[in-house]
């Protein structure tokens, strides 16, 4: 694999470069200098204000505005990014291409909390094949980080931002520095951000809401010529008192660092493009915490580690002028272990590993071939292999996870994923791309190895199975764009069937050990379940002057026996209208979802009821001292709605009316 | 040169390497353990006739319960082990007014394993209310001679119960059952024994093999238990073998049921472990 990578690596380096838009279906939001390409936003910049419209947004606000990605909250801090009705161990969640993996056996960190919008040069989400990203059913987010800037003649750059938000007293301050040179560059940047417990709509306190983080991030660039540079990236995030009103934890600290060296050369020659290579290393470190808890049933520590090393290699095959073929190669492993110790008074520690210590390895290789027979139509085939190897890597985790009665062997499963993509232009108005797909993904570290590990949602206790199959899901996509004059609409339909889907089953031999849980729950593979729905959006824009932009999004998912799968999002719709001036412009945001009656009974799921709020925004974007100066303010939830939406889990109200402000400054 | 630096290096390395992994062999001239290491020596006494110092180990002093003994013979000649001998217990508790005895289990061999013949005792009272003595009959077969040491043993309580008696209903006999805890407690599968015997009079409690036994562990201050545990069967002379799984350390409840021609005999006690 090592020998592949350093291929793919000097194959990109031997030679060139002329590319075509890739024609996969692949939506990059791009949140500087933005290129927005994918079907549904389509070519231009059409939802770059709408998702900017806020300065003071956390990349989990980003996000929450894309169609394909759903939510699922369990607190202000730490919101869990879904695709569709796709869970976080069906979708791969990246950090500039690398893997990280959460130290939290309760899913309360995903990646996409170390990942400040400072530091985001865009997001790049990947709905139907997991061909570069990894072997995945659900797709891929890559947060695609900053790098440092060398400069547009000017050596040192910088800016200062600071605001506040009322719903949670909140502070967001941050500032950040950019030195380059025609060589060189080295950007860093820090960001603060805290809040109190938050106020919901109608006024109410949300107890054990409140967090506070530090992030700090490092980039360094060095040029070796045109198109041909090395950089390093950091990371360094660090969060305390961490409230989750959701679960009955919150988390006393929480760490990540992260650390990447790439070598990127572009537009070589005629054959070989693009070709990159990084080696890279995190860790994270997550300590539950439950002394501010009122009413503890037992007080527990929960330490979690992870630890991943990777590395990967891209490159760009030219063919011919209408066909090219994108080669990946990589490597990951990445380690875990989690624990819990209970204290009862006058009882002695009850400790357990919740993640038995545990190994995984991957190597994987994925190639994504174009093909333009025409100007009107065009085929995409993307193809990837998968090799996992996971294992217990002490004593004391075989020995606990035998307990289980399930295998403590070696567990090694091979993915394959293959995906088909078909485009034609049937008017120059009209296009319809038709997507099939193939696709497996392994089991995750919980399902596999989970010990034990309380779910809040449903009020069970989980326990993993190392004897489970690797999920296989048919994909069918289809999407459809059309525009007439300045109207552009788009429509996306999907369709899955997965087999061997992998669900909480009850076994009631079991006996929960979480204080007033409700069972336990084995990991199983059920036959299969169906998911499907639909997106669509309608943009308008009148030059730069006045924009409209409304999307529209539908899951369903089913089981094999035809029960609502949980956590399944109702219809929802995001709109938004923005008028700009020279130095000022005026937002007006809605947001509304139905309710959702289409819930898993079996797992205590309630139905939701529906919603609407409304948002105004406000910005004046002018110089202070011949340097950019911007005050961004708005009042969110203005009607001060108490709502939640469907996949907020313990029904905790989100935020009421919230005013915020923020100054940001340029030099 | 520069190529050539590089693999010096590297064959620099390689040699080092060797050097230093390759010299942590371990030497064989270590002196072998006294046979008696990593037990404490609970009593001792004289077997006159057989010109043999008797000298009993175990593992922990003597408890209330099941206590696997280890017994030493040493010739009073020249003080060397006597590893071949006939030896058969009989404990007997001397309370004033009456007496009687206790389970035991002889050495199942002449021979003695690592230079010690184990046996067993399951003392069914502490000293407390007599006295406890262990006479150790010693044929030696080295020196063809025969004597008695009859050697008082101190048995406490345990700080928690190894040991319990019940009266079954359905046959009115008195059962005394013994708990052997895993040597080393681990959250995960854990070996047990529950050892029976059956009063058949003051001095005769033969070991007993018609219960059945099923247990369900529970940790009484969670109110929780473990899965997949296996109830103990009979594997010989009254030992019953069976699993416990622990999923986490603490303080864990083996509670009992004992049945007899599949009617409930006792099902009011239970074991306790905390690691």
Known sequence: ?667 | MNRKRILLSALVLAVCSILVFGCKKSSNNVVAPSPTVGYIKIAEGYAAGAATKVEIYAVDSAFTGYNKLYIALFDSVNNTFVETAQVTLMPNMDMMSMSHSAPYENPASTSAVNKMFPCSVCFIMPSSGGTWTLAVTVQNLINSKNGVATITINVKDPSTARMFSFISPIDSGKYFVSFIPPVKPIVGINDFEVVVYKKHSMMMFPADSSLGISFIPTMPTMSHSSPNNVDPVHSGKGHYKGKVNFTMTGFWRLSTTFRSSMAVADSAHYFDITF
Request: aromatic share 12%; net charge neutral; with cysteine.
């Open chain 1, 1 to 667: 694999m090592i020998c592949l990578l350093v291929f793919l690596y000097s194959a990109g380096n031997a030679q060139d470069y002329k590319k075509y838009p890739d024609k996969d279906t692949t939506v990059n939001v791009q949140l500087n200098e933005v290129t927005i390409k994918g079907p549904l936003i389509g070519s231009d910049q059409r939802i770059k204000d709408f998702y900017m419209a806020n300065k003071a947004a956390t990349t989990e606000d980003v996000l929450s505005k894309l169609p394909e990605i759903n939510m699922i909250r369990r607190g202000s801090y730490g919101v869990e990014p879904l695709i569709r009705t796709y869970n976080t161990g069906q979708i791969n969640l990246l950090v500039d291409g690398m893997r990280i993996h959460g130290a939290c056996t309760d899913k309360m960190d995903p990646a996409s909390i170390y990942i400040e919008p400072k530091n985001l040069q865009g997001i790049h989400i990947q709905t139907t094949h997991g061909a570069v990203a990894g072997s995945t059913i659900g797709g891929t987010v890559d947060f695609k980080l900053r790098e440092a800037d060398c400069g547009c003649g000017k050596r040192v750059t910088g800016y200062v931002s600071s605001g506040y938000q009322s719903a949670a007293r909140s502070l967001f301050e941050t500032a950040g520095l950019n030195i380059g040179s025609s060589k060189w560059a080295i950007r860093s940047n820090i960001t603060y951000r805290g809040a109190e417990d938050y106020r919901s709509g109608g006024g109410e306190i949300v107890p054990y809401s409140r967090y506070s983080k530090l992030n700090y991030g490092l980039s360094a660039k060095y040029i070796f010529a045109t198109n041909w540079y090395t950089k390093a990236d950091f990371i360094y995030d660090d969060g305390w008192n961490i409230g989750y009103p959701a679960l009955p934890m919150d988390v006393g600290y929480a760490a990540a660092r992260i650390a990447a060296v790439s070598i990127v050369k572009q537009k070589v020659n005629a054959k070989w493009s693009n070709s990159e290579y990084k080696l890279y290393a995190n860790n994270v470190y997550h300590l539950m915490d439950d002394t501010h808890r009122d009413n503890l049933a037992i007080h527990m520590d929960m330490p979690g580690h992870s630890n991943t090393f990777g590395s990967y290699a891209n490159a760009t095959l030219q063919f011919d002028h209408d066909q090219n073929m994108q080669f990946r190669a990589d490597i990951s492993t990445t380690e875990l272990t989690a624990s819990m110790t209970m204290h009862q008074l006058n009882q002695p520690p009850m400790y357990m590993l919740t993640w038995p210590d545990n190994r995984s390895i991957q190597a994987g290789f994925g190639a994504i071939y174009n093909n333009r027979f025409d100007t009107l139509s065009s085929i995409t085939i993307s193809a990837r292999l998968d090799q996992f190897v996971n294992y217990l890597t002490s004593r004391a985790g075989k020995d606990q996870l035998s307990v289980l009665q399930k295998s403590t062997d070696d567990i090694s499963r091979t993915l394959k994923n293959i995906s088909t993509e078909m485009a034609h232009h049937f008017s120059p108005r009209c296009e319809i791309s038709v997507i099939a797909g193939y696709a497996e993904r392994m089991p995750s570290s919980s399902e596999l190895y989970g010990f034990y590990l309380f779910n809040a949602f449903d009020n069970y206790d989980y326990v993993g199975s190392t004897t489970l199959k690797k999920e296989q899901a048919y994909k069918a996509d289809i999407n459809m764009q059309y525009t007439v004059s300045k109207i552009h609409f788009s429509f996306t339909s999907f369709a899955t069937k997965i087999d061997n889907y992998i669900l909480g089953i009850h076994q009631p031999v079991f006996n929960a050990m979480t204080i007033g849980a409700n069972g336990v729950k084995t990991y199983e593979n059920i036959e299969f379940a169906y998911m499907a729905g639909m997106e669509a959006g309608v943009f308008y824009k009148a030059e730069h002057k006045f924009q409209f932009i409304s999307t529209f999004k539908y899951n369903y998912g089913t089981d094999n026996n035809s029960e609502h799968l949980p956590l399944v999002a109702p219809f929802k719709n995001v709109t938004s209208i923005r008028k700009q001036l020279k130095h000022w412009a005026m937002q007006l945001d809605a947001e509304s979802a139905c309710a959702q009656y289409k819930v898993n009974k079996s797992s205590g799921e309630t139905p939701t009821r529906e919603f609407f709020i409304a948002h105004v925004r406000g910005g004046y974007f002018g110089s202070l001292s011949q340097k950019p100066f911007g005050i961004d303010c708005g009042i969110e939830n203005i009607f001060d709605v108490a709502y939640k939406e469907h996949l907020d889990w313990g029904k905790v109200s989100r935020p009421g009316r919230n005013l915020y402000i923020q100054v940001s400054y340029s030099f």
